[in-house]
């Protein structure tokens, strides 16, 4: 008994011999309106209102460097234009002083009378 003849491609079927409809098509969406799938996503990414600060910034920086067995040295630097440095411990000391000093003489700094100590 032989097997019946196979048609040139394997994985297709026969095609019916009765015409069906096809598939209605998915209604198209009108343009610009959001699609479901962008309604279920990931919340957006814009975030709230930057938190607003209190007024205070930076004016005045000292930078001490002191490594152990070696000579200290210092930089004070404001905005106002004031740029100082020392080199050695008494001259090191004597900026910070200095710096502290310059507290209450910057043009920058808001002067605040009978402010309570922190």
Not at 64 to 73: E, N
Request: hydrophobic share 35%; aromatic share 2%.
């Amino acid at each position: 008994m032989s097997s019946p003849a196979r048609s040139p491609l394997e994985g297709q079927q026969a095609s019916p011999t009765v015409p069906r409809a096809a598939a209605p098509a998915a209604p198209q969406t009108a343009m610009g309106e959001p699609e479901v799938a962008a309604r279920q996503g990931v919340p957006s990414a814009v975030r709230p209102d930057p938190p607003v600060g209190d007024g205070r910034y930076p004016v005045a920086w000292l930078h001490i460097v002191a490594p152990r067995g070696a000579v200290p040295t210092a930089t004070s630097k404001c905005l106002c234009g004031r740029d100082r440095s020392a080199v050695d411990r008494a001259k090191v000391l004597a900026l910070i002083e200095d710096h502290e000093a310059h507290r209450d003489t910057c043009p920058l700094r808001p002067h605040q009378e009978g402010r309570a100590a922190a």
